[in-house]
């Protein structure tokens, strides 16, 4: 059937073609008993969420944050772009909201819409689809592709989707420059339905900042006159992510300790000021991410040579010579084996490992490393391979299965990163009795503490990072101080229950609500 919608953009009427309308169990029907009268409806924006799209931790939190939220007794409900190898996936089920719904850009560019959606563990997950928009993405490592154009479109469809769906955020939460405009779009063109619409925007990475020219602006028909410092304009560009941070009522940041780097010239990205001035007003706060610890979980990971818990460890060594075989890497004995599953970039810290790793093999420690990236860091690690074959395998390709099988089969886990807003890989490997070595930054230092549950080094260098390695080294050959660790950072607890409630509590400041406000299930 046709209804007639109002253009969240344009405030002209339009005609959508609507399709039946499934709900998802929670979204309909399900008899919330809120303590004081309110049960939050949010709008969770993010470019990838797992597990339809997953290049990076983004995913894993937009995947698994929504959860908690909706387990707390929150209406939240996710949006996200239709890459091809989503629509393609019969497992999704999608049902088709509206079709040809026209997303206005400008006076001269109008790109038609289509929405569907999907239910997934209680949540309603939407999808932004286009006839040739997010159409290469086959596989995660090609979700993200150059250009400006998907995003500006994705960022305008995201506005339309409460009126095709009948439903209205009292919230806005966005993820990355990729996001950063949905904020803008709802205070510079959304009409007064979104005047009392809350805007969050979350900080993964600073370093990405999605910096475009001022023809932006005319694309999207906002007055240049915007394109100043106390909106969009940043160093002569309109900037994704500080629009995002100027636009929203508040800011958040991936770690406590994330946020307070952040203001200061060496983390800052050259938006250090704004930064401080976010903190200065109440607008920015560092909430730590946490994991799903559903999916990572060494007692029902389908992935795993064989299941383990704390209580019985027998499994994890049944994961080690099951990796071992699967690397085609002879262990050494006496030497632990580390793994580290990354992106390769300069901000891992892998340089440092890359330096080390002769005298790490030296000791002997032995190495596993999975990732795709920087080239030159990938010849690195390919000359190494070469040099010392029984003492490292590099894996260059995107495996989350391999990567499952290295968390549970390593003795180490290893992430030197310069810079960390949160980092996800110490915790999962936590949660597998794999011991964490990690320089002390960002949520790196909010989750690892030197003999409680792991290894820290603290300066940028390769010495002190052999340093941090001799000092595993040495606990790994004595069993009971060995086994001690594996067990109590195996009963650290990175679930999402306490991270959740500090998002809601940012949400309701962001509304103007009482902090003491809490939500009950009947």
Aim: glycine share 8%; proline share 5%.
């Amino acid at each position: 059937m046709t209804s007639r919608g109002m253009n969240a953009l344009t405030g002209t009427p339009q005609a959508v073609s609507f399709h039946s309308r499934a709900a998802c169990p929670g979204e309909e029907g399900r008899r919330r008993v809120p303590v004081q009268g309110l049960i939050l409806k949010i709008l969770f924006v993010s470019a990838e969420v797992s597990p339809f799209a997953k290049v990076g931790g983004l995913a894993d939190v937009a995947g698994s944050l929504p959860k908690a939220m909706h387990h707390l007794g929150h209406d939240i409900r996710v949006v996200m772009p239709l890459y091809a190898m989503i629509e393609q996936d019969p497992r999704w089920e999608l049902v088709t909201v509206a079709e040809k719904v026209p997303i206005q850009l400008n006076g001269h560019w109008l790109e038609l819409a289509t929405i569907k959606k999907t239910c997934l563990d209680g949540v309603t997950v939407y999808f932004v689809g286009h006839k040739t928009f997010f159409k290469g993405a086959t596989s995660s490592d090609k979700v993200y592709t150059p250009g400006i154009e998907q995003y500006l479109f994705f960022s305008a469809a995201v506005l339309e989707i409460p009126v095709l769906d009948n439903w209205s955020p009292q919230v806005v939460h966005c993820n990355d420059w990729h996001t950063g405009f949905v904020p803008v779009l709802m205070r510079e063109r959304g009409a007064s339905r979104f005047d009392e619409v809350a805007s969050i925007y979350t900080i993964h990475n600073l370093a990405y900042q999605g910096e475009f020219g001022v023809e932006i602006l005319d694309a999207l028909a906002i007055s240049r006159s915007r394109f100043v410092p106390d909106y969009l304009e940043t160093w002569g560009s309109v900037n994704f992510l500080k629009s995002g941070c100027a636009y929203s009522d508040q800011v958040t940041t991936v770690s406590p300790a994330y946020a307070e780097e952040i203001q200061t010239p060496e983390f800052g990205c050259r938006l250090q000021g704004l930064m401080a001035h976010l903190a200065a007003e109440g607008r920015l706060s560092g909430i730590l991410n946490g994991i799903d610890t559903g999916f990572f979980n060494p007692e029902t990971d389908r992935y795993l040579a064989q299941p383990y818990s704390a209580e019985d460890l027998a499994g994890k060594a049944a994961c080690r010579k099951a990796l071992y075989k699967e690397i085609g890497m002879k262990p050494i004995a006496s030497a632990p084996l580390a793994g580290a599953v990354t992106r390769l970039s300069s901000q891992k810290g892998l340089q440092l490992l890359i330096d080390a790793a002769p005298r790490l093999f030296v000791m002997p420690v032995q190495l596993v490393v999975q990732g795709l990236g920087d080239p030159s860091i990938a010849s690195e690690l390919r000359r190494l391979e070469r040099q010392f074959p029984n003492h490292i395998r590099f894996v260059e390709r995107f495996d989350p299965d391999l990567a499952q099988r290295i968390y549970a089969g390593c003795d180490l886990f290893a992430m030197p990163s310069l810079f960390e807003p949160c980092g996800l890989g110490q915790m999962i490997a936590m949660r597998y009795g794999t011991i964490p070595l990690v320089r002390a930054t960002g949520g790196l230092s909010n989750t690892v503490f030197e003999s409680r549950n792991g290894f820290v080094f603290k300066d940028k260098t390769s010495d002190d990072l052999v340093a941090a390695f001799d000092r595993a080294k040495k606990a790994f050959r004595n069993k009971k101080t060995w086994s001690g660790l594996v067990r109590r950072a195996m009963a650290e607890d990175f679930g999402w229950s306490v991270s959740a409630r500090e998002y809601a509590a940012v949400y309701r400041k962001a509304l103007g609500l009482p902090d003491s406000l809490e939500l009950k299930l009947a």
